[in-house]
């Protein structure tokens, strides 16, 4: 009988400590781990079913988009309403550690490139940037392996010619081949301050400009933008820009760039929201409260700083 109950007892202990194993918390403490997101494909431009497609380079925009004058309203095109736009809030953040670097890419401050300088009928100074009409006609079209998949829409250089005359030009379209690298395609108006368009192929020299200007940067979001899917374009910047972000649920997005100058949000993230600008020298601005008003510049109240 004794030895029964010892035998039970024995049992009993055993189960116990069985049950306790297999109920370690220890054996649980992985589950419920979230993956981590996957990381963003920012170098692949997505499909724009609901945008138009762009101009062809060097031939009149496919649109025509509105004033980039920094004024405190915009008017909506569509439907001919007239839609207040409010004016985003905006700070600037001066480049530091934790900001990016100088951005990468094939114009680069404190560089002098060589090339030709041939001439161009500018029109309304429109041009494969998208920034509209103009009636600063001192622009040139850059060739297409500077012109960079439109990181040099924007850009201020100053063009030296050989005879020591000089103009400064801002860049609005794209020159493409044969246009070389280091070309840039003038309007006959800028050519002239150079040389007689009878020249046809001027020797140049040319650097990038940070000139100062009493404008603000604008934002603008492209025709047939919806929460669904947008473009986003800036507009009056000093610097190139390097990269645009947008804010989204888990964070900071960055956005592919256009070779017409734009930036897309191909599922809508972001589109509406509060929008992050990097110029090539890594200064970001964080601008807030853009309307999604197709076709509208809206007025900032920053820019980024002389360099």
């Not at 940070?210 to 473009?231: A, E, F, I, Q």
Request: one cysteine or more; aromatic letters at 4%; a positive charge.
């Amino acid at each position: 009988m004794v030895g029964t109950t010892v035998a039970l007892t024995t049992a009993g202990v055993l189960v116990c400590l069985v049950t306790a194993m297999l109920l370690d918390p220890k054996a649980e403490a992985g589950a419920g781990v979230a993956a981590p997101p996957a990381a963003t494909r920012a170098g692949v431009a997505p499909a724009a079913p609901t945008s138009p497609a762009p101009p062809a380079s060097g031939s009149p925009a496919a649109e025509t988009p509105a004033s980039a004058t920094a004024t405190a309203t915009a008017t909506a095109t569509a439907a001919g309403t007239t839609s207040a736009a409010p004016q985003p809030s905006a700070k600037a953040t001066p480049p530091a550690a934790s900001n990016p670097a100088r951005s990468s890419g094939r114009i680069q401050p404190g560089t002098t490139y060589k090339g030709v300088a041939t001439a161009y009928a500018a029109a309304d100074g429109n041009g494969a940037c998208l920034f509209g009409p103009s009636d600063d006609l001192m622009i040139a079209a850059m060739n297409t392996t500077d012109y960079e998949s439109s990181r040099a829409c924007g850009a201020y250089v100053r063009v030296r010619a050989a005879n020591g005359a000089s103009i400064t030009v801002r860049i609005t379209n794209e020159c493409p081949l044969p246009c070389a690298p280091g070309q840039l395609d003038l309007s006959e108006q800028a050519f002239a301050k150079l040389a007689a368009l009878k020249t046809g192929r001027l020797p140049i020299t040319w650097t990038l400009l940070s000139p100062r200007t009493s404008d603000t940067l604008s934002l603008r979001y492209k025709t047939g933008s919806s929460p669904h899917w947008c473009g986003i374009q800036v507009i009056d910047h000093r610097n190139p820009v390097a990269r645009l972000e947008v804010r989204t649920g888990k964070g900071w997005q960055r956005l592919p760039r256009t070779d017409y100058n734009y930036f897309l949000s191909v599922d809508g993230s972001g589109c509406g929201g509060a929008i992050r600008i990097t110029d090539i020298y890594g200064e970001q601005l964080t601008v807030d409260g853009t309307a999604l008003l197709p076709n509208v510049a809206q007025p900032t109240r920053v820019q980024f700083a002389v360099h």
